[in-house]
């Protein structure tokens, strides 16, 4: 689960230093590129309404493998370099699986790692930065290299994939099958517990700060790279830094 939340946010944070290279690709300007944002964020937010409504009731197992394997063919196929609206579609399923694999690791963890689960999230979480953190300066060491962009979308997406087979054969030698983790039927009780807490006005404070982190982050990390390069002249390497 750590090595595919690792590859999951490497793969959600290559795109600013690699959206120069794929502006230049299919002849866009920056309000074509902001595109793959908004697709990836409609697709994303679909995802989270969705499941959040069933995610008790989901086998957590399946519901974190099924997202893994679509994550990691929405990036190959954007690899390819499609005609342009089929690249918007591919951000947009790439949107929906990132945000429902996001979703459902944390809650596969803290299924299985119920006596240390604040531990376990820490670690997961942590992890995930590194990956986020190493996306752009692979990105750039690869393009810097004379390799088109299109190769770091192939080695993401190969990675997930061996990652997702590994995920299979651990499950199956320790016998933990698809239907291990079985799922978690609410009672009234806890039904009221839910209640109470989408009404929690501290919910909504921290609903309302990450609403704003999601606007900062699509809204401006994406462009970091791109604004490193276009106005301070760096390389494509110092740019990918600024991530």
């Not at 290279?21 to 969705?50: C, E, K, V």
Request: with cysteine.
């Amino acid at each position: 689960v750590f090595g595919a939340v690792f590859f999951m946010c490497m793969s959600n944070n290559i795109v600013g230093p690699l959206l120069g290279d794929i502006m230049a690709h299919y002849d866009i300007r920056l309000d074509g590129g902001g595109l793959m944002s908004m697709y990836q964020n409609i697709g994303g937010t679909a995802a989270i309404i969705l499941f959040s409504f069933v995610m008790d009731r989901l086998n957590k197992t399946v519901a974190f493998t099924v997202p893994m394997f679509f994550l990691a063919l929405s990036l190959l196929l954007i690899s390819i370099a499609p005609p342009y609206a089929i690249f918007m579609l591919m951000f947009l399923f790439f949107g929906i699986s990132f945000s429902t694999m996001d979703m459902t690791g944390n809650a596969l963890v803290s299924d299985v790692q119920q006596k240390k689960c604040n531990t376990a999230l820490s670690l997961m979480h942590g992890i995930a930065s590194i990956g986020a953190v190493a996306a752009p300066l692979i990105a750039s060491v690869i393009t810097e290299n004379g390799l088109p962009w299109q190769t770091v979308y192939t080695a993401v997406g190969c990675f997930i994939f061996a990652v997702l087979a590994v995920y299979i054969l651990v499950s199956v030698y320790a016998r933990q099958s698809l239907k291990a983790i079985k799922a978690v039927h609410l009672d009234n009780k806890e039904k009221g517990a839910v209640k109470r807490f989408i009404t929690d006005k501290h919910v909504w404070i921290a609903v309302l700060c990450t609403l704003m982190f999601g606007g900062y982050q699509s809204g401006i990390l994406v462009w970091v790279s791109q604004y490193f390069k276009e106005v301070f002249g760096c390389g494509q390497l110092a740019a990918g830094l600024g991530l």
